[in-house]
T-cell receptor
Framework: AQSVSQHNHHVILSEAASLELGCNYS??????LFWYVQYPGQHLQLLLK??????LVKGIKGFEAEFIKSKFSFNLRKPSVQWSDTAEYFC????????????FGKGTMLLVSP | DAMVIQNPRYQVTQFGKPVTLSCSQT?????MYWYQQKSSQAPKLLFH???????NEADTPDNFQSRRPNTSFCFLDIRSPGLGDAAMYLC???????????FGPGTRLTVL
């Protein structure tokens, strides 16, 4: 069975600091990788995704993530965070089969102080 | 806007009293999912429908059932809620052949 591990449960940063959230997955086959974000009081929404091709993917709001196959990692980055980035971030993976179910990590709560 | 809608947003029930949570979608997606998310934990898939085909996760308790009367609606029935069933319940949809899932706002269930 596949699993997803997010290294940090809580991260606190000041505005303009750089962000990197770790995500590792365990699955031997070809996978699709996702980062979802949940702003306070709102629903989960897709931040970015990797299916194939360029391992560096860019998402909304200045976020990007890099897929490193040899490390089974898909870390999320942002060069300069804003107060509005305060949210919970979930890494997720599914098998690259056109339709399969998602496995989520436990999430990382990011708090950005002004 | 096309979206996934969950009602109610907050539900309080008593221990052992059946409860039904509702999800509707205007995306016309043929796959619908129900997740349970407890505090500080990952969303956990309970079951999903691929069109009318019901797919139950192996570790989903029998206490949880689902119905999908048509493409737009899907219900989660908890027959005898226990204190451990208090959680956020998330509904999501996806289109056949695509992996991105679209989530509703969730229903927070409290069991007294």
């Amino acid at each position: 069975a596949q699993s997803v591990s997010q290294h940090n449960h809580h991260v606190i940063l000041s505005e303009a600091a750089s962000l990197e959230l770790g995500c590792n997955y365990s699955y031997g086959g070809t996978v699709n990788l996702f980062w979802y974000v949940q702003y306070p009081g709102q629903h989960l929404q897709l931040l970015l995704k990797y299916f194939s091709g360029d391992p560096l993917v860019k998402g909304i709001k200045g976020f990007e993530a890099e897929f490193i196959k040899s490390k089974f990692s898909f870390n999320l980055r942002k060069p300069s965070v804003q107060w509005s980035d305060t949210a919970e971030y979930f890494c997720a993976v599914n098998r690259n089969s056109g339709y399969s179910t998602l496995t989520f990590g436990k999430g990382t709560m990011l708090l950005v102080s002004p | 806007d096309a979206m996934v809608i969950q009602n109610p947003r907050y539900q309080v029930t008593q221990f052992g009293k059946p409860v039904t949570l509702s999800c509707s979608q205007t995306l016309n997606h043929n796959v619908m999912y129900w997740y349970q998310q407890k505090s500080s934990q990952a969303p956990k898939l309970l079951f999903h429908y691929y069109d009318k085909d019901f797919n139950n996760e192996a570790d989903t308790p029998d206490n949880f059932q689902s119905r999908r009367p048509n493409t737009s609606f899907c219900f989660l029935d908890i027959r005898s809620p226990g204190l451990g069933d208090a959680a956020m319940y998330l509904c999501a949809t996806s289109r056949q052949g695509e992996d991105e899932q679209f989530f509703g706002p969730g229903t927070r269930l409290t069991v007294l």
